[in-house]
């Protein structure tokens, strides 16, 4: 089954700078990449996804990109706000007809 | 739609108790899910439905855990007896099967076995 390694795990940054957490997946057939934020006290919530005929897609501050080659993907998040401090999780499936596989977590911490 | 409803939002209990846990999924979804989440282990899929059909139940720790979903618009995750290492965050998701798969996630069940 697919496995799916995320990196780092917790990560602190100042307010206004980049941050960038990396993932890499086993499976070759995976196509569907989908990154969820999840604040304290609740369920994860979906903020950008890519698939696998796609190499970057970008939405306002945050983007993804995607290597398949080697099998990884990124989520940068540009201009960081202390809203932005949560859990972030990676995870991949084959679309639509399989489950996600989640990587472990980054907490993300954006100090003021 | 008020999203994927999930209840109780916190239960306690003491080892050895029978523990219901109930999800609504998103009208119109035919995909449901139950995750665990735990510090230790992130978030694990438990059990996938599709068409209220189960697909996917080898996440399910053990005997002890059943899952039903006997229509589109209700589940069940039903841990008997619950034991202390049961205590962690269960979420139920829901999603439309096809290109777009985006699940949604409920608030979770915080459970704690005592």
């Known amino acids: 089954g697919e496995n799916v390694e995320q990196h780092p795990s917790t990560l602190s940054v100042q307010e206004g700078d980049s941050a960038v957490i990396k993932c890499t997946y086993s499976?070759?057939?995976?196509?569907?990449f989908p990154w969820y934020k999840q604040e304290l006290g609740k369920g994860p919530q979906l903020i950008i996804d890519?698939?696998?005929?796609?190499g970057e897609k970008k939405d306002q501050r945050i983007a993804v990109t995607l290597n398949k080659t080697a099998k990884h993907f990124s989520l940068h998040i540009t201009e960081t706000q202390p809203e932005d401090s949560a859990v972030y999780f990676c995870?991949?499936?084959?679309?639509?007809?399989?489950?996600?596989?989640f990587g472990k977590g980054t907490m993300l911490l954006v100090s003021p | 739609d008020a999203g994927v409803i999930q209840s109780p939002r916190h239960e306690v209990t003491e080892m050895g108790q029978e523990v219901t846990l109930r999800c609504k999924p998103i009208?119109?979804?035919?995909?449901l899910f139950w995750y665990r989440q735990t510090m230790m282990r992130g978030l694990e899929l438990l059990i996938y439905?599709?068409?209220?059909?189960?697909?996917?139940d080898s996440g399910m720790p053990e005997d002890r855990f059943s899952a039903k979903m006997p229509n589109a618009s209700f589940s069940t995750l039903k841990i008997q007896p619950s034991e202390p290492r049961d205590s962690a965050v269960y979420f139920c998701?829901?999603?439309?099967?096809?290109?777009?798969?985006?699940?949604?996630f409920g608030q979770g069940t915080r459970l704690t076995v005592v």
């Open positions: 890519i698939r696998s005929n796609v």
């Open positions: 499976d070759s057939a995976s196509n569907y």
């Open positions: 439905f599709n068409n209220n059909v189960p697909i996917d």
């Open positions: 009208s119109g979804h035919n995909s």
């Open positions: 998701a829901s999603s439309f099967a096809g290109e777009d798969t985006e699940a949604f």
């Open positions: 995870a991949a499936s084959y679309s639509g007809y399989s489950t996600l596989t």
